[in-house]
């Protein structure tokens, strides 16, 4: 099982990115999705799930209104939209897999991660 996340990179802000979260070796639309980001010596935040039962979502506070996470079925492919970007969003932003398919931020809950995509949002 791997997941590969990637689309970070450098950006201004107010600036988008759209980041990836390609699944092999799982039905990444059985799984509740999470990103979670981490920022220089800060902790790791979880910042938006949806649930695979009923495509309800969750969206933290600091990102609710500017970031959205969609799934394509076909691409076994998850993204995290987002739009309105700040210097605060710099992080290393990370997808999560969880197999009890329940939306949550609860990082210990998830099975499966990425290997992070870095965001650095500056001028």
Request: some cysteine.
């Amino acid at each position: 099982v791997q997941l590969q996340a990637s689309g970070g990179g450098l950006v201004q802000p107010g600036g988008s990115l759209r980041l990836s979260c390609a699944a092999s070796g799982i039905i990444l639309d059985h799984y509740a999705i999470g990103w979670f980001r981490q920022a220089p010596g800060k902790e790791r935040e979880g910042i938006s799930c949806i649930s695979s039962n009923d495509g309800s979502t969750y969206y933290a506070d600091s990102v609710k209104g500017r970031f959205t996470l969609s799934k394509d079925k076909a691409k076994n492919t998850a993204y995290l939209q987002m739009n309105r970007l700040k210097p605060e969003d710099t992080a290393v932003y990370y997808c999560a897999a969880d197999w009890t398919a329940l939306c949550t931020v609860d990082a210990a809950a998830y099975d499966y991660w990425g290997q992070g995509t870095e965001v650095t949002v500056s001028s």
